[in-house]
Every structure is written in structure tokens, then in C-alpha cells.
């Protein structure tokens, strides 16, 4: 038996067990037929920001944010980019604060925006404040890389 892994599709929310000899770039969701992997973050509440951590088995990187922030709302298009140089490593999600006020406070958010690396359903590093592209994608890489 080969082995595979758990991803959950960002269309429909369905998890999708994708065999590790394929490359995942071309891999589509089972139930909705939409691409898994689609070189953009998903935005999700309270609910599907739950069940990414609990049934991916690759990395995911949360944008928590909001509406009303400048650093945000800056920082957004950087975000966009660093999707399309991370997937398929790793889902990207992004949080509204403000939507999802209870994940907020169980993650002990204090500021945004703030990158939280999980890994396992488990917070592996953290950051706060706006930073571009390169820099995202290095401190994901650097935080992937710790044990």
C-alpha cells in the first residue's frame, strides 16, 4: 500500500486522501472536482479553520486579520503571493478576527496581522506584523525546518 496523505479541499471542505507519489499541484477534490491546491489562501471561519487542523496533513499557515486594518489589508497581496510559492507544502489559510472572535481568543491573539505555523493541529511559530512576500515565505520555511 502506497502512501498518502490528508488535505481538505477549500471549495467544499471535503478531506481528500492524495497518494504522496503524485504531485499534489495537479490534484482535484473527489466530491467537487475544484482543484485542492489552487496557489491562493482559502478563507475560512471558525468552523473550517477547525477541521483544516484537524484533518490536514500538511502544514498550515493562518493569516489572522481584519477588515478595518491598515497592516492587513497591506500585506494581503503578500500573502496572495507567498500562496502561490508554498503550495503544495503547505495550506494557507486566512482568519477574520472579527468573524471568528472565539478562535481568536483560544489562539491568544493579541495583534494582527499574525502568521501562526501549524503543524499536527499544533502552533509550531508565530509573528506579528505586516511583512512582504520573501519574508513570509522564509519564516515558513524557516519555522518548517525546526523540529
Keep these: 500500500m502506497s502512501a498518502s496523505h490528508q488535505v481538505v ?3 467544499c ?12 499541484t ?7 472536482h475544484q482543484p485542492i ?7 475560512v ?6 477541521r483544516h487542523l484537524a484533518h490536514n496533513d500538511v502544514p498550515v499557515l493562518v493569516d ?18 507567498a500562496a502561490q510559492q508554498l503550495e503544495p507544502a503547505v495550506r494557507l489559510l486566512k482568519l477574520n478576527s472579527d468573524e471568528a472572535p472565539a478562535v481568536s481568543s483560544r489562539l491568544g491573539i ?11 493541529g499544533r502552533e509550531i511559530a508565530r509573528t506579528s506584523g505586516a511583512m512582504d512576500t520573501r519574508n ?5 520555511m524557516a519555522g518548517l525546518a525546526r523540529p
Design 9 to 11: 479541499c477549500g471549495h
Design 13 to 24: 471542505g471535503r478531506i481528500n486522501r492524495l497518494p504522496a507519489e503524485r504531485t499534489a
Design 26 to 32: 495537479k490534484a482535484r477534490c473527489g466530491s467537487c
Design 37 to 43: 491546491f489552487s496557489g491562493h489562501p482559502i478563507e
Design 45 to 50: 471561519d471558525e468552523q473550517a479553520f477547525d
Design 64 to 81: 489572522v486579520w481584519a477588515p478595518w486594518c491598515g497592516p492587513c489589508r497591506s500585506m494581503a497581496p503578500m500573502f496572495e503571493r
Design 110 to 120: 493579541s495583534g494582527i496581522p499574525t502568521l501562526l505555523l501549524m503543524r499536527n
Design 136 to 140: 513570509i515565505v522564509a519564516w515558513t
